[in-house]
């Protein structure tokens, strides 16, 4: 296996990874009544799913990912334990990723590294809404009431509403941003 290889693979792990665990967190807030924080990690795991499909997009090989084990806390432990995830991705995994598809000409390693930027940009986004969550919870409160919408073409979340013409991150027009459901 190739360095391109090892990097999507773990890319993609890592995404898909990440659904489940933002999946489990949003029930585990939900039987803490802490319905907020559960539309929050919901929102959470579509945009990782759409960074999940833009890294097996630039892959363009069938792999199955495998599950990985995860500790399953509190909902303040889940959001902190997120935070630093979240953290450890725009800081290291997608900076070393980048780096070592940096010197690649092919068009498939064109594509990868556009996928590990924006999944890098966004998760800059997650970590940010992440933590104000964590000091909402730890004050005793639930999360932030608002709505969620996520770029459907780099999974971007948008908080709040839905008004801004371009996406930030992919610079695509808004109209790829769709609600996630509650």
């Excluded at 990912?65 to 953290?87: C, H, I, Q, R």
Aim: hydrophobic share 35%.
């Amino acid at each position: 296996m190739d360095r391109f290889d090892e990097f999507l693979q773990a890319a993609i792990t890592g995404e898909y990874n990440a659904i489940r665990r933002y999946t489990k967190y949003a029930e585990i807030a939900v039987k803490e009544k802490l319905q907020n924080v559960a539309y929050l990690f919901k929102a959470l795991a579509t945009g990782e799913r759409v960074h999940l499909e833009n890294h097996k997009r630039a892959y363009g090989k069938e792999f199955s990912p495998k599950d990985e084990a995860f500790t399953e806390g509190t909902t303040l432990e889940n959001l902190k334990a997120s935070v630093s995830g979240e953290t450890m991705e725009y800081e290291e995994m997608y900076p070393r990723i980048m780096k070592a598809l940096k010197r690649g000409k092919r068009e498939d390693e064109q594509v990868a590294r556009l996928s590990m930027q924006w999944a890098r940009e966004v998760e800059k986004m997650h970590a940010m809404i992440l933590s104000k969550a964590v000091d909402r919870v730890e004050q005793g409160q639930d999360g932030i009431a608002i709505k969620y919408w996520v770029c459907n073409v780099c999974g971007n979340l948008r908080v709040g509403d839905n008004t801004g013409s371009v996406c930030p991150v992919c610079r695509h027009d808004g109209q790829f941003y769709k609600e996630v459901e509650i």
